[in-house]
């Protein structure tokens, strides 16, 4: 352990641990999207949507081994820690760099660094701060400007993304994070030591492509929902639907 | 030609410093950026004035020591060219040109545009070096090396050591000044013996002289004279990980079964 706090007592170290849960989280986000497809799949026998199939699933993961919302909780935990060293870190480094240059350019040109490496800090916090009302909203209910019932995700979602200014915020969130893994995917690698001439332009291809799929992936379903090209709710069985025709 | 200079002007370490504007006229297309700044000192010194000082020595751009941050460039706008090799013919006539000191923590002002470099030093004194023995002179290519990685290990050894990259970098880091330092010694044989404690020295000596860290921008590369890498940023970070946390500090240690 104390190897470990020695690598990460040093700015290389800490780059490194921010860009092992920069991946992580990326591992997490291109899962994440991965299951809001499933949003598009057919409704099982019962008529329940696949997506609150999937939901449920996720709470009841690694059963019978483990009793219900254990492995759930176990990842959850696992990735909030990666999202607080993630935090903590890049903003002990940001501090450190500001002592660098006590003196500022008056003139200083970017002739190489990219907008979206240029803006990780600005594009990460955004991120953040939408991670917590995204949570607020369909983790927790707690903001709930639409009708948010637990298990129903079709649902929750339908209603949520009838609203062209949740879409809107939808969208300008996930230009963040397009932009944010545009770097961020490749520049851990860097920082890894793992790029090199014969792999730079598959790992840039790969942070491209990645950025595209998750902006793409989360972003088409609350799109196609919005533009009514998806079956309303209430077409799934009756478990998520109320008396008054909507869900609650 | 005729250039409207915007120069750094700064007594010494204590003095905040500010630009002064500078008028040059009648110069030649093949004048050098360094001989500019001569003909303007000159005219500085015959009316009462104060030369403006900066650093240069070979003017051949092989020995590292000009500087200068010009138009917000490192060495100015011509790539893999250091400020003594670029020519007023880079800039358009009538130009109005900003020059500034390298800008870090870690090198302090000395006067005007000249900056104290020794924390490269500090940090070559800390691992750059390799261990050889006193005997007879061993017999020419008497060490085998891979050409592929003896050129490597020379791309890394062309670094003039001129701080363009702590420059050009955003947060002043040194990254790619000591990488390429680590790279050229832990690549050949001979620098098989330092490799474990070189890179831990080197890296911790430029975090104590208060460089910042990379963010991945690429500006050290496109900014540097020699058009250094960043693969061997990539290269030491490798380097560190593996003589931090992968190999064994207790070489000699005693094992047991159970």
């Not at chain 1, 690694?62 to 696992?78: C, F, K, Q, S």
């Amino acid at each position: 352990m104390s190897r470990i706090a020695k690598y990460y007592g040093s700015i290389i170290g800490k780059k490194a641990v921010v860009a092992v849960t920069g991946l992580m989280l990326l591992g997490f986000l291109i899962l994440h999207s991965i299951g809001n497809l499933k949003g598009f799949l057919p409704p099982n026998s019962a008529g329940e949507p696949d997506i609150d199939v999937y939901a449920h699933f996720l709470t009841v993961m690694g059963e019978p081994l483990l009793p219900d919302m254990v492995a759930l909780w176990a990842i959850r935990i696992i990735l909030i820690i990666a999202l607080i060293l993630h935090v903590v870190t890049v903003s002990k480094l940001a501090a450190h760099n500001r002592r660098a240059r006590p003196v500022a350019y008056r003139n200083h040109k970017h002739v190489a660094a990219t907008l979206p490496a240029r803006w990780m800090f600005v594009t990460g916090g955004i991120i953040l701060t939408f991670l917590v009302i995204h949570l607020l909203q369909f983790t927790t209910g707690t903001l709930d400007p639409t009708p948010i019932v637990y298990g129903c995700v079709y649902s929750n979602l339908y209603y949520a993304f009838q609203q062209w200014w949740i879409l809107l915020f939808y969208v300008g969130a996930l230009s963040m994070v397009g932009l944010h893994v545009f770097h961020g995917a490749w520049s851990a690698f860097q920082t890894l030591g793992v790029d090199n001439p014969d792999r730079n332009r598959k790992l840039r291809g790969f942070a491209l492509g990645t950025a595209a799929f998750l902006v793409l992936g989360f972003l088409s379903l609350p799109t196609l929902m919005y533009l009514d090209v998806m079956k309303h709710p209430n077409a799934y069985g009756e478990s998520c639907v109320l008396s008054d025709g909507r869900s609650e | 030609m005729k250039f409207t200079l915007e120069i750094w002007r700064q007594e010494n370490g204590e003095d905040a410093g500010s630009f002064s504007s500078h008028e040059v006229d009648d110069v030649s297309p093949d004048t050098s950026f360094l001989e500019m700044l001569d003909i303007l000192n000159e005219k500085l010194t015959e009316s009462g004035g104060e030369p403006i000082a900066f650093d240069s020595d070979c003017r051949e751009g092989i020995c590292g020591m000009c500087s200068l941050v010009i138009n917000g460039e490192a060495h100015g706008p011509k790539r893999a060219t250091t400020t003594c090799q670029l020519y007023m013919r880079h800039f358009p006539d009538g130009a109005s040109i900003t020059v500034e000191p390298w800008r870090s923590g870690a090198f302090p002002v000395v006067r005007d545009l000249a900056v104290d470099r020794s924390a490269f030093d500090r940090i070559m004194r800390a691992g750059g070096y390799v261990t050889v023995h006193s005997g007879p002179k061993p017999d020419p290519n008497d060490v085998p090396v891979n050409p592929e990685i003896s050129e490597k290990a020379l791309d890394a050894s062309t670094c003039i050591g001129c701080g363009a990259c702590v420059a050009a970098c955003p947060n002043g880091a040194a990254m790619l000044y000591t990488a390429a330092k680590v790279s050229h010694l832990s690549l050949l044989p001979q620098g098989q013996p330092e490799r474990q404690e070189r890179v831990q020295k080197m890296v911790a000596q430029m975090e104590e002289e208060g460089f910042g860290s990379c963010r991945n921008y690429g500006e050290c590369e496109a900014q540097c004279p020699k058009s250094i890498s960043i693969d061997f940023i990539g290269h030491m970070n490798r380097e560190l990980l593996r003589a931090t946390v992968i190999e064994p500090t207790d070489l000699r240690g005693e094992m047991k079964t159970q």
